[in-house]
């Protein structure tokens, strides 16, 4: 585990008691402030007061599979670092948990602790530096967000006046407050900051 100050907080949900405590009781001898859940609806309820840097979640549970617990999580979190886990596993679900649930990585059951906690390893610096991206832009202002969007597309101050229907005066006025809010100084680090 990256030694970052304070421990990471992971969730793994599972239906299966027994894995998740399991699971849990490992990731704490690694150094991780782990819990298990049986319930995702449990760990939603609590989730605002204690957030995880990551949740490995099973893909096959009860009433709420692992994907709409993903959907609800990105919602509420959308820093946490996902993991799938699944006894089934297909082509179809691996892409899925990737492409449209934001999953980090997606586990066949038995885990491989190694791969585990790799992927744990993983998913708590990007979870770190997602954090960090939402702090540094949560200052900017709706109209700040749209230039800052295009900005990192690659558009000129002249470009986006056009596309946002204002002088490219305003254009820079608004370039000038996202480099003092965000701490950044040019294109290329506000780029950085796009894709942390």
């Not at 304070?6 to 001898?29: F, I, N, T």
């Amino acid at each position: 585990m990256s030694n970052q100050g304070e421990q990471a907080v992971v969730y793994v949900v599972d239906d299966d008691a027994d894995l998740g405590a399991s699971l849990s009781r490992m990731l704490k001898r690694k150094g991780y402030a782990a819990e298990p859940f049986v319930n995702p609806q449990q760990l939603i309820a609590a989730y605002s007061e204690a957030p995880a840097a990551c949740i490995v979640t099973d893909v096959m549970m009860g009433e709420m599979d692992g994907f709409a617990f993903a959907d609800e999580v990105r919602r509420i979190d959308p820093a946490a670092a996902i993991i799938f886990m699944t006894a089934w596993p297909t082509t179809a679900n691996a892409v899925d948990s990737i492409r449209r649930f934001g999953g980090l990585d997606y586990l066949e059951k038995p885990i491989d602790d190694q791969r585990l906690l790799a992927a744990i390893e993983e998913g708590v610096a990007w979870s770190r530096k997602r954090r960090c991206q939402i702090e540094r832009t949560a200052k900017l202002t709706p109209r700040e967000r749209e230039v800052f969007g295009l900005l990192v597309k690659g558009l000129s101050s002249k470009a986006i006046a056009a596309e946002l229907k204002l002088s490219p005066k305003t254009v820079e006025d608004h370039r000038a407050q996202i480099s003092a809010k965000t701490g950044t100084s040019g294109l290329a680090q506000l780029i950085a900051l796009a894709t942390e």
